[in-house]
């Protein structure tokens, strides 16, 4: 899988200024795992970018996605309802997030959610990468692992 980028369409891009566009960039992270990093703002005239990206990913036998968006300078209302519908569609495909979110993602986020929405939410894509690492190790060892028999 190549990294696919999506963007606003071009008819849009014409009333908009460089800090108002979302770019989503998903790239492979292995065979079962891919990365979206986010760039710009989530809002309404562009949160249709975060949720093009996210779907676009919904397809094979993936396991895990990392969700960088670590670049977003800012989400409105409808950003984090994009965002929470497409954890909600990811995570009913058993697909496991993680999310590295951009100090003012986690404001957001933290505001209207007291209780963090994503399981894993991490201050680095290398503590997500590490994160996912470390998954899989454990689920190896735990299919390598012998059952026990009892007498």
Request: no cysteine.
């Amino acid at each position: 899988m190549e990294a696919i980028r999506f963007e606003m369409p071009e008819n849009n891009m014409k009333e908009q200024v460089p800090t108002d566009l979302l770019t989503a960039v998903v790239s492979p992270l292995g065979p079962d795992a891919v990365v979206v990093r986010l760039e710009g703002e989530i809002d309404l005239s562009s949160a249709k970018v975060l949720t093009e990206a996210l779907e676009s990913v919904l397809v094979g036998d993936l396991r895990d996605i990392v969700i960088d968006a670590s670049a977003v300078t800012f989400m409105d209302s409808t950003g984090l309802h994009a965002l929470v519908q497409a954890k909600r569609n990811i995570h009913e495909r058993g697909i496991r997030i993680i999310l590295v979110p951009s100090p003012q993602v986690r404001r957001t986020l933290e505001l209207v959610f007291p209780e963090p929405l994503f399981a894993a939410r991490l201050d680095t894509v290398e503590e997500a990468l590490a994160a996912l690492d470390s998954h899989v190790s454990q689920e190896r060892s735990s299919a390598d692992a012998s059952p026990i028999e009892t007498a």
